[in-house]
């Protein structure tokens, strides 16, 4: 069995200069990636790759802070891409109090609405969120059916134990960063059984590559991080999570 990639921009413009050697790079090593579509452009690059690419599957959203616009219309146009056939989720939304592109009320109806799509559409969710856990929290409470993956996850044990009854927890490549004790800490508490990989490529990179260019075959370095942190084997590891971001999308044995 091999690792798969559930998070990841291969559509982003770091990759046109060599996005054909890294879904080379994917074939080769990864059983699959999740493109994930964070706008209305990146959600139709991300259909017309998995159209292309058998190793690709897609997700379709608007992130927090790409809502400038948002109405009807693009809730409509989400619709229609999710009806693709390897579209397996709606993402990435959520809520992101950081940058705060738009105000709360307004990332509060984006994110509701997006939510309410996914519930319609029996679909998945990637959740995005940044200094903004608590509202994230009680959001979610209020679409009880809805379930997926809190990606990057950024919370304490405490919120993560309450989240995983629903939700995944995404662990990307600050895992390997010195300073990510409180990650190590989720790791270490929450069973493997609620854990995926991703990369979130081209941002993000692992040790030894931080401060690079970040690419889906870099879930190595995170999974081999998991596997130190609870004392089991890389395979466990590979095997488990594997499973779970097939479970996480409803993907199957090709």
């Known amino acids: 069995m091999k690792l798969i990639d559930t998070h990841c921009h291969i559509d982003n413009e770091k990759f046109n200069e060599d996005r054909i050697e890294v879904i080379k790079r994917i074939e080769e090593n990864l059983d699959f990636v999740v493109n994930i579509g964070c706008d209305l452009e990146s959600s139709k690059k991300t259909v017309r790759l998995t159209r292309v690419y058998d190793c690709i599957y897609g997700t379709v959203g608007i992130h927090p802070t790409d809502i400038k616009g948002f109405n009807e219309e693009t809730i409509s146009t989400l619709k229609d891409l999710a009806q693709e056939p390897k ?10 109090y950081y940058w705060m592109t738009e105000d709360k009320e307004f990332q509060k109806e984006c994110f509701k609405k997006q939510l309410q799509l996914a519930k319609e559409l029996n679909k998945p969710v990637v959740i995005h969120t940044r200094d903004a856990m608590e509202d994230t929290v009680k959001i979610l409470k209020e679409f009880p059916e809805v379930k997926g993956v809190i990606h990057c996850y950024p919370g304490s044990v405490e919120t993560a134990k309450e989240l995983i009854k629903n939700f995944y927890l995404g662990i990307g490549g600050v895992l390997t960063f010195k300073n990510s004790k409180k990650l190590v800490e989720v790791v270490k508490e929450i069973p493997l059984e609620r854990i995926v990989i991703e990369t979130d490529c081209p941002y993000m990179a692992p040790e030894p590559n931080r401060g690079k260019r970040n690419e889906p075959i870099y879930v190595e370095y995170v999974a081999k991080k998991i596997a130190e942190i609870k004392g089991i084997s890389l395979e466990q590891v590979i095997e488990i999570t594997t499973q779970n971001g097939r479970d996480l999308y409803n993907i ?3």
């Open 252 to 254: 199957g044995e090709k």
């Open 87 to 96: 579209i397996v989720a709606i993402g990435e939304i959520g809520l992101d």
